[in-house]
């Protein structure tokens, strides 16, 4: 215990030393944020507002839309707080509840990318049978699930992992408070514990991956056998978006966790750690908006009311 209480804080990485490439990765950082928070608050709003957009896909979309707003504002803010600040110091209390909130987001998101792998399943190889499987309360149920998940297993790793000794040194080799960059800090054999917990829960991750993977490839079988070309269409046109996301998420995400970690600061570390925690809350929107017309016809008239109330 007098270990662990001697360390009162931890110095994250940085970007720089150079006091302007500081500033550079401030406003680099705090225009990335901006737009993440401009294009899932735009599609939280949208489908909030415009009645069209009740359905279980959109429901799901914007429940993942509030989890990348999460995921991200946990982050990226402290990390461009330091680079203006010239500092590269986070709390004791700080690093837990990013690593905690991190966690309970990055889960969540994963599960509910499951599950609207399941609804879109459902949705094209089983239509007739849709409104009675993912009915109002069953998507709720599912949406609930997917954050309960994200809390348990966040309150596992992140007490599993802070009730162990830190004496090894008090900095970080990445951006942001890290699980594995933790335990090279740990000076307890208990971390192997916690290790076993990560390996298990990759394991999870892959086997989500794999789900997702084979309700794909069954929807894709059914898409190739409906007659109409503009349905086939449309019907990959609202799969293929989420299988970017799913891939993209998955493979940095897994990535990250299974790369041996380093013993001395690394742009690699720097590399994934933006592609797993910054890349995905601002590519969602992007990717499920381009090509849906629904979300898109659901912006221009969110546009105009707008204008039209200020008018």
Known sequence: MSNRTTITEFLLLGFSEVRELQIFHFVVFLVIY???????????????????????MYFFLANLSMLDLGSISVTVPKSMAN?????????????????????????????????????????????????????????????????????????????????????????????????PQLLKLACSEDYLSEVGIIAFSVF???????????????????????????????????????????????????????????SSPSSLDIVVGILYAVVPPVMNPIIYTLRNREIKAAFKKLIVWKLFTEN
């Open 83 to 179: 680079s203006l600040l010239n500092s590269r110091s986070i709390s004791y209390p700080s690093c837990i509840t990013q690593v905690f909130l991190f966690i309970v987001f990055v889960v969540a998101d994963l599960a509910l990318l499951t599950i609207m792998a399941y609804d879109r399943n459902v949705a094209i190889c089983q239509p007739l049978h849709y409104e009675r499987v993912m009915n109002r309360g069953a998507c709720v149920q599912m949406a609930a699930s997917a954050w309960i998940a994200g809390v348990v297993s966040s309150a596992l790793h992140t007490g599993n992992t802070f009730r162990l000794p830190f004496c090894q040194s008090n900095v970080l080799n990445q951006f942001f408070c890290e699980i």
């Open 34 to 56: 901006l737009a993440a928070l401009l294009g899932n608050l735009l599609i939280v709003t949208a489908v909030a507002l415009d009645h069209r957009l009740h359905t279980p």
């Open 204 to 262: 999870l991750v892959l086997n989500c991956f794999v789900f997702i993977i084979v309700s794909y490839v069954q929807i894709f079988k059914a898409v190739l056998r409906i007659p109409s070309e503009s349905i086939r269409h449309k019907a990959i046109s609202t799969c293929l978006p989420h299988l970017i996301v799913i891939s993209l998420f998955t493979f940095t995400e897994a990535f990250a966790y299974l790369k041996p970690t380093s």
